[in-house]
């Protein structure tokens, strides 16, 4: 009796205790929770992004169509945001639809940041989570954009619902483009750190269109500086002549000319991007070398065995060569359809614990795991190619 408690006791030293099964999560919620995170495929982003940038040109367009024809509305002389200003000399009819376009954008553009965001943080972590920084603060002056129209309503003391809307999106713009430029670059130095994977992929697919974007912005600068010359030149001469902005409407050097045309051509940056961006940066398997390991018949091998020959694949050819990359690699699976057929919800949760034991070097627990790894369920058992390569990394 004396030795069955001993050995019960031993048993229960070595064996883990098993926590009580979370509560799992609805496939809705998780779906959701991957979808602004980012972890989906190529494939789906582009889906995404046809049919969010078609939602937001289709209410750009009506709320056009709803302007009345009283107020004349023309690029040369309405800005953008008079599209989604309700006062009567703009659009007091179709304003909603322009708000709603720019709420819409918040949402089509978060998605794009987060995929970009995994794809630039394995080029340089620090610098890539900066460049997405700026573009997710960029989205969010977007949406402030579409909750504060161009109008001159006192919102509180001596502050203007216009001035909140002007403030936001001269803010998001530049900053957008400052972190579009910066996407580019990191892109670029990944393009010369690693040339084994992608060689295929055109990498100035991806970083000349942010240069088309950067010259018209240039270009606009350039003309609304040309006209201030020749605009104070002529007012020297002649003081009776009207304002810069009264001279320069409906010709060449107008502000609202250039802002819509930079506008729209942003627009179209952000259509062709998703359609240009790799799949994967050149530092992360490729998507073709999982899909040639798993070229067997998926339905005859059990699901460990599948997982297996990705774990032993990554880790022959090394391509992970630090825990970080590993505990990424871990993270990003869904974003390999063959895998993702074969993802269920407790594996997504073994995904989870395992890469933040892995990021945090919790030597201890991992080990436990490494020397247990046969009591644990078939789904986590495929880990151990990871946990025994990483355990005793500090």
Same mark, same amino acid.
Request: glycine share 4%.
């Given at each position: 009796?004396?030795?069955?408690?001993?050995?019960?006791?031993?048993?229960?030293?070595?064996?883990?205790?098993?926590?009580?099964?979370?509560?799992?999560?609805?496939?809705?919620?998780?779906?959701?929770?991957?979808?602004?995170?980012?972890?989906?495929?190529?494939? +789906?982003? +582009?889906? *995404?992004?046809?049919?969010?940038?078609? !939602?937001?040109?289709?209410?750009?367009?009506?709320?056009?169509?709803?302007?009345?024809?009283?107020?004349?509305?023309?690029?040369?002389?309405?800005?953008?945001?008079? /599209?989604?200003?309700?006062?009567?000399?703009?659009?007091? *009819?179709?304003?909603?639809?322009?708000?709603?376009?720019?709420?819409?954008?918040?949402?089509?553009?978060?998605?794009? !940041?987060?995929?970009?965001?995994? +794809? $630039?943080? *394995?080029?340089?972590?620090?610098?890539?989570?900066?460049?997405?920084?700026?573009?997710?603060?960029?989205?969010?002056? &977007?949406?402030?954009?579409?909750?504060?129209?161009?109008?001159?309503?006192?919102?509180?003391?001596? !502050?203007?619902?216009?001035?909140?809307?002007?403030?936001?999106?001269?803010?998001?713009?530049?900053?957008?483009?400052?972190?579009?430029?910066?996407?580019?670059?990191?892109?670029?130095?990944?393009?010369?750190?690693?040339?084994?994977?992608?060689?295929?992929?055109? %990498?100035?697919?991806? $970083?000349?269109?942010?240069?088309?974007?950067?010259?018209?912005?240039?270009?606009?600068?350039?003309?609304? $500086?040309?006209?201030?010359?020749?605009?104070?030149?002529?007012?020297?001469?002649?003081?009776?002549?009207?304002?810069?902005?009264?001279?320069?409407?409906?010709?060449?050097?107008?502000?609202? /000319?250039?802002?819509?045309?930079?506008? %729209? $051509?942003? %627009?179209?940056?952000?259509?062709?991007?998703?359609?240009?961006?790799?799949?994967?940066?050149?530092?992360?398997?490729?998507?073709?070398?999982?899909?040639?390991?798993?070229?067997?018949?998926?339905?005859?091998?059990?699901?460990?065995?599948?997982?297996?020959?990705?774990?032993?694949?990554?880790?022959?050819?090394?391509?992970?060569?630090?825990?970080?990359?590993?505990?990424?690699?871990?993270?990003? /699976?869904?974003?390999? &359809?063959?895998?993702?057929?074969?993802?269920?919800?407790?594996?997504?949760?073994?995904?989870?614990?395992?890469?933040?034991?892995?990021?945090?070097?919790?030597?201890?627990?991992?080990?436990?795991?490494?020397?247990?790894?046969?009591?644990?369920?078939?789904?986590?058992?495929?880990?151990?190619?990871?946990?025994?390569?990483?355990?005793?990394?500090?």
């Amino acid at each position: 009796m004396t030795e069955i408690l001993e050995t019960a006791t031993l048993v229960t030293q070595i064996i883990p205790v098993t926590p009580p099964t979370p509560k799992k999560k609805s496939k809705c919620f998780i779906g959701t929770q991957n979808y602004f995170r980012g972890q989906f495929s190529a494939v +789906r982003l +582009r889906i *995404h992004s046809i049919i969010g940038f078609g !939602v937001i040109f289709l209410c750009i367009i009506i709320a056009r169509a709803m302007f009345p024809k009283v107020n004349d509305y023309s690029i040369l002389h309405n800005t953008f945001s008079h /599209l989604g200003s309700y006062t009567k000399d703009n659009n007091p *009819h179709g304003w909603i639809f322009f708000s709603f376009s720019q709420i819409i954008s918040f949402f089509v553009q978060i998605p794009l !940041v987060s995929y970009i965001r995994y +794809r $630039v943080e *394995h080029v340089n972590k620090i610098y890539g989570r900066v460049v997405t920084g700026t573009m997710y603060f960029g989205s969010t002056c &977007q949406l402030l954009v579409g909750f504060f129209p161009a109008t001159r309503t006192i919102m509180f003391g001596k !502050v203007m619902v216009g001035a909140v809307h002007q403030v936001s999106a001269m803010l998001g713009f530049l900053i957008q483009i400052i972190g579009y430029y910066m996407m580019s670059v990191l892109i670029t130095m990944d393009r010369y750190k690693c040339r084994k994977n992608n060689k295929k992929l055109n %990498y100035m697919l991806v $970083v000349m269109p942010i240069f088309v974007l950067l010259a018209t912005v240039t270009l606009g600068i350039v003309a609304l $500086v040309t006209f201030d010359f020749i605009y104070r030149a002529h007012k020297k001469r002649d003081p009776s002549i009207g304002s810069n902005w009264a001279e320069s409407i409906d010709t060449f050097w107008s502000f609202p /000319l250039w802002e819509n045309i930079i506008i %729209y $051509v942003t %627009y179209l940056y952000y259509v062709w991007l998703p359609f240009t961006l790799p799949f994967r940066t050149d530092g992360i398997v490729p998507k073709q070398r999982i899909s040639q390991t798993l070229k067997c018949d998926i339905n005859k091998i059990e699901f460990k065995t599948d997982i297996s020959k990705i774990w032993f694949e990554i880790i022959s050819q090394k391509k992970c060569s630090n825990k970080w990359k590993a505990a990424d690699f871990l993270e990003h /699976l869904s974003d390999y &359809q063959e895998v993702e057929k074969l993802m269920t919800d407790e594996f997504v949760q073994n995904v989870t614990i395992i890469s933040s034991l892995i990021k945090s070097g919790e030597t201890e627990q991992i080990q436990r795991i490494v020397n247990n790894s046969l009591l644990i369920s078939d789904e986590i058992r495929p880990f151990k190619w990871f946990l025994l390569k990483y355990h005793s990394t500090k």
